[in-house]
Each structure stands twice: as structure tokens, then as C-alpha cells.
């Protein structure tokens, strides 16, 4: 039904519509689900040839992906959410309110997800029983963390960009520079690298890849998942992603 209505409105707005089915099974976690949404979505603007991708998430949205970071203890930078420089969000300024009010004004159509009202599901219990106790003065303190986290994290993806150098392994992140950052600021910074490079982090993979970087001598190798190993040279340490199931 929620297809039958985007179908129906791009039909009268004269836009070009395109569908896809993905089964990601019952147990499939928000992440999964999102990354596989995004890229479907870039395999379409790539073929349309699209500037960016435009979604509708709203201020509500914002603070409730805040708040259910919080809740599982997701680290700094879950507190900023989702963010690509493909992907362009114009209503992060205006709350679900206002969004329902314009729609209402203007007798635009839109559906609800008969699963957002479940509130076994933790983020629709955010929505229903959290967001409605925040007021102006609130939500504003929690949208101010949220845009000094995000200077601070532009700081260190450049930071980390800094710091990349090319190998004829997966990539590497240069020693000199690295050891002069604070702890806390390499911790982010290897965290950075590690995701940009695809590795599926945990707080003792990023810890032990600083200890590599820090003070590993060279030639030393260090496993930090199953499928990663970082090798320590006299410059630099270099990233080994083997092949999975190796």
C-alpha cells in the first residue's frame, strides 16, 4: 500500500518512479536495513545520474536517533546520526508538527507505518513516551550537542584524512603525527579509519590498533578482528583485510 501511494504520487507530479524488493529476514537490525535502503538508493542516482539524494527525515527524527543512542550507549558519533555528503536532508530543521501541519494545509496525502504505534520496538517508545515531555528549551540543548559533536567530527574525519597514506596493503595511517594527538582524539581518529576501511569495529579492535600505532615496534603484527591485522613499520601502521572466511 505505502508503494501504491509514492507509485500514484509520482505519477501526478510527473516524476520517474522506481521500486525494489529486498527480503533482509525477521532479524535484521536497523543498521542492516539502512544501509541496504542508501544503497539502493545510490545505485539509482548513479544510473540517473543524480547531484544527491534527497530524504525527508525531520527534527523529530534527529532527536529521536539522539535519545536512542543514548539509550545503547552508541558512542559520540551516534549522537550525530546518519550523515553522507550525498545525501541532503531539507526538513532537519522542522519538526514532525510542522511537517503534519503543512501537509494538512496544502491536502497532501501521506501514510502512517502501522508499526511505528508498537511500543515493544524501543525507538517508537522513544517517539510516544519521551518525545512529547521535551520542550523548546529542551529539544534546543539536545540539537546544540548534536551541532558542536558534528564540528568536532568534520574536525576529525579531516584529521584522519590527514593521516592516510597510501600502501600496497588495504591503506595505512601515519605514526608520526598520530602519536602526538591526545588518547582520546587518536581513539576517534583510529575508530574513523578503521570504519572508513570497512572493518566492523569494537572498542578492543580500536584500542589495540592505537596500541599499534602508539608504541608497536616494526615488523610487529597485530590482529584486531578475525579478518583485520595491522602491521607496525618505522612511519606507519599498515591495514591487512584478509578475505572472509579465511
Known amino acids: 500500500i505505502d508503494e501504491q501511494l509514492v507509485r500514484s504520487l509520482a505519477k501526478q507530479y510527473d516524476l520517474s518512479y522506481v521500486s525494489e524488493r529486498a527480503e533482509l529476514g525477521p532479524d535484521v537490525n536497523e543498521s542492516d536495513a539502512r544501509d541496504a535502503r542508501y544503497g539502493f538508493l545510490r545505485s539509482v542516482a548513479s544510473r540517473l545520474g543524480a547531484e544527491a539524494i534527497v530524504t525527508a527525515h525531520h527534527q523529530d527524527d534527529v ?12 558512542g559520540a558519533r551516534g549522537l550525530i546520526g546518519y550523515t553522507a555528503p550525498d545525501i541532503v536532508r ?3 530543521n522542522w519538526t514532525k508538527q510542522r511537517v503534519l501541519d503543512y501537509a494538512q494545509r496544502y491536502s ?10 508498537d511500543t515493544h520496538h524501543t525507538r517508537n517508545y522513544i517517539r510516544h513516551t519521551v518525545m512529547p515531555k521535551l520542550g523548546d528549551v ?4 539536545l540539537l546544540s550537542i548534536r551541532a558542536r559533536l558534528q564540528d568536532v567530527f568534520v ?12 600502501s600496497t596493503h588495504s591503506g595505512g595511517l601515519l605514526r608520526g603525527r598520530f602519536v602526538l594527538l591526545p588518547y582520546s582524539v587518536q581513539k576517534q581518529v583510529m575508530a574513523r579509519w578503521l570504519s572508513m576501511s570497512g572493518v566492523d569495529i569494537t572498542t578492543t579492535a580500536v584500542e589495540t590498533a592505537v596500541h599499534a600505532a602508539r608504541s608497536g615496534r616494526p615488523g610487529t603484527e597485530y590482529d584486531i578482528t578475525k579478518n ?15 578475505c572472509r572466511g579465511v
Open 108 to 117: 497532501l496525502s501521506w501514510r502512517e507505518d502501522s508499526t511505528n504505534q
Open 138 to 141: 529542551e529539544r534546543g540543548k
Open 90 to 92: 531539507p526538513l532537519m
Open 155 to 166: 574536525e576529525i574525519d579531516h584529521t584522519t584524512s590527514s593521516l592516510l597514506v597510501q
Open 63 to 74: 532527536l529521536e536517533s539522539m535519545i536512542l543512542n543514548i539509550v545503547r550507549r552508541g
Open 228 to 242: 583485520t591485522r595491522l602491521k607496525s613499520t618505522a612511519d606507519s601502521v599498515l591495514l591487512e583485510i584478509r
